[in-house]
């Protein structure tokens, strides 16, 4: 699960350390190159959505099995797109993947492991995402210099033929329980802590992203990052992950809603700092080591909040969190990428710490995040 989680995240958000060579490669703009994330997001959605249902029909181990072979196969279409609308399509593929494995993962650990043991199980399987940022936009970044854009993904190819084969061999049966009609999954809307959870969530994803996707570009035109140094600088991002992704586990018995809310405004804080840091490396760097963490910690807190208070839904609350959150990434790729074009990437970066701003704010009430508040 966790080498699946690396393969996602690598495989979602190298785009991002690839953005400027993509888009000349295939005669697009920035701001439309950043759409390719914006496009897997709106597949992640519809299949969120509807892959409970699937998966109540089948068992899970070869739901999850066929995902890994959908994201194998989008990372070669990807690797070999001669235009920008075949990389859409195969970036529509790898949103599939993202949709049902992330909907599914929080209640396949819950089956997994004993009860006691799931914060500490998602928070294992979360440093699969803390290696994949600390590692994809770095080499990604140094790599395609070398070998181009395209030489990249095919790397990813042989990692992903191993997660297929490594899932096959050690995912136990799980046979369906129980059918989840998709309406099930909105169904549980009706419950006015998830609905403050969901728009607080989009809000931070929202918020996260907008900024996170023109990285590449607001290092390149303003800090006027060298080819090393902008590897370093994104390494720098990705290595905090580790930190943020651990910090977040050990603090979530004591801690968990004060990290909800207090994540995105110190996220909304840092993100507006770079644009004044941006001029001077070292303190960009460390501005970014700062934001990494904490956008690390995020998806950790969220999804131990769903298993704590929609633990009597897991899947169809998987399904709906993931499609809030990737609905919101793909909204704030998009928007961010409109403020690059039209205005400048500085707008991006702070339309980005508006809507974490929002998230804080939204998350701040304890109460209104409780089944039953105390």
């Known amino acids: 699960m966790t080498l699946c989680v690396a393969m996602l995240i690598a495989s979602e958000f190298m785009p991002v350390s690839l953005l400027t060579p993509i888009a000349s490669d295939l005669h697009a703009t920035e701001g439309m190159a950043g759409q390719a994330i914006a496009i897997s997001g709106l597949f992640a959605v519809a299949t969120s959505f509807l892959i409970a249902g699937v998966a109540s029909r089948f068992d899970r181990r ?12 989008s990372l070669a279409l990807m690797a070999e797109a001669p235009n920008f609308g075949v990389l859409m399509v195969a970036r529509a593929l790898l949103g599939i993947t993202i949709g049902g494995f992330w909907s599914l993962a929080t209640a396949t650990v819950m089956q997994l492991v004993p009860a006691g043991h799931v914060s500490r199980a998602l928070g294992v399987m979360y440093m699969g995402n803390a290696a994949a940022t600390a590692l994809a936009a770095p080499v990604g970044s140094y790599l395609g210099q070398v070998m181009g854009w395209r030489g990249v993904f095919w790397l990813l190819v042989p990692a992903g033929l191993l997660t297929l084969i490594w899932q096959t061999l ?14 099930r999954v909105l169904g549980l809307l009706k419950r006015p802590h998830v609905r403050t959870a969901v728009i607080a969530s989009m809000l931070s994803f929202a918020g996260a992203f907008a900024a996170f996707t023109y990285f590449r570009p607001f290092l390149e035109t303003r800090t006027h990052a060298s080819v090393t140094q902008l590897s370093l600088l994104l390494l720098a991002l990705g290595a905090a992950g580790f930190v943020g992704t651990s910090g977040a586990t050990a603090l ?29 490396v070292w303190l960009t760097a460390a501005g970014l080591g700062v934001w990494g963490a904490l956008n690390a910690a995020l998806p950790v807190a969220w999804f131990n909040w769903l298993a704590q208070e929609v633990r009597d839904e897991p899947e169809a609350g998987g399904g709906l969190m993931v499609g809030a959150i990737q609905l919101a990434i793909m909204t704030g790729a998009g928007l961010g990428g409109t403020l690059l074009d039209h205005w400048s990437v500085e707008a991006t970066f702070l339309g980005g710490s508006a809507l974490m701003l929002a998230a804080s704010a939204t998350a701040a009430s304890r109460r209104r995040l409780q089944a039953h508040p105390a």
């Open 170 to 183: 050690a995912l136990p049966g799980m046979p369906p329980q129980r059918a989840i009609p998709a309406a």
């Open 62 to 73: 070869h739901v999850l099995i066929a995902l890994t072979a959908v994201m194998l196969a």
């Open 252 to 280: 979530l018995s004591r801690r968990l809603f004060q990290l909800l809310w207090l994540c995105p405004l110190l996220l909304a804080i840092v993100t507006a700092v770079l644009i004044e840091f941006a001029p001077m």
